[in-house]
T-cell receptor, first 114, second 106 residues
Framework: GAGVSQSPSNKVTEKGKDVELRCDPI?????LYWYRQSLGQGLEFLIY????????KSGLPSDRFSAERTGGSVSTLTIQRTQQEDSAVYLC????????????FGSGTRLTVV | GIQVEQSPPDLILQEGANSTLRCNFS?????LQWFHQNPWGQLINLFY???GTKQNGRLSATTVATERYSLLYISSSQTTDSGVYFC????????FGTGTSLTVIP
């Protein structure tokens, strides 16, 4: 697609439920990143996928968080047993290094845990 | 990881004024970008500028990689420039600064 697509744009869930957030990167971009942004805060790195390499999971805050990227394209971020502190905007970005396109972000998923 | 510091943290401008935002980083990087996050939360890529100077309309940016800083210039500011400006630098992953929150008042 022309841009990075994220779905859903908004998600309200009850504490303790699992949620899945989806990111569809720009076609041909080999790198995909997940960040989250809490209200009024900067961006917190979560996980990074590059091609077929093992992902860099160093930013995942707990083992309730996991992500996968199937076929080198679409990525799903899963949060199990959601907690209120998980409420944030989850942003996905993709890039293709070696080109002067840098990072392109999706519009994010606003997750609210009630 | 790489430390990224942005200044000032907050800035209020009268419409039509000029401003300079600064980004300092702690290590050599192979990528640097400036982003604008609008009031709706959307992150817009302004410049991909690991070194040198680029201009796009009223905005320009300069990165001096050897001295580990980048500057974003906004000239003739408009109310639509309001939002948060982030600098992000990359080794393997991107490291974001905490941003400069800009408010342009009419």
């Amino acid at each position: 697609g022309a841009g990075v697509s994220q779905s859903p744009s908004n998600k309200v869930t009850e504490k303790g439920k699992d949620v899945e957030l989806r990111c569809d990167p720009i076609s041909g971009h080999t790198a995909l990143y997940w960040y989250r942004q809490s209200l009024g805060q900067g961006l917190e790195f979560l996980i990074y996928f590059q091609g077929n390499s093992a992902p860099d999971k160093s930013g995942l805050p707990s083992d309730r968080f996991s992500a996968e990227r199937t076929g080198g394209s679409v990525s799903t971020l899963t949060i199990q047993r959601t907690q209120q502190e998980d409420s944030a905007v989850y942003l996905c970005a993709s890039s293709s290094f070696g080109q002067e396109s840098g990072y392109t972000f999706g519009s994010g998923t606003r997750l609210t845990v009630v | 990881g790489i430390q990224v510091e942005q200044s000032p943290p907050d800035l209020i401008l009268q419409e039509g004024a000029n401003s300079t935002l600064r980004c300092n980083f702690s290590d050599s990087v192979n990528n640097l970008q400036w982003f604008h996050q609008n009031p709706w939360g959307q992150l817009i890529n302004l410049f991909y500028i690991p070194s040198g100077t680029k201009q796009n309309g009223r905005l320009s940016a300069t990165t001096v990689a050897t001295e580990r800083y980048s500057l974003l210039y906004i000239s003739s500011s408009q109310t639509t420039d309001s939002g948060v400006y982030f600098c992000a630098v990359a080794g393997i992953q991107f490291y974001f600064g905490t941003g400069t929150s800009l408010t342009v008042i009419p």
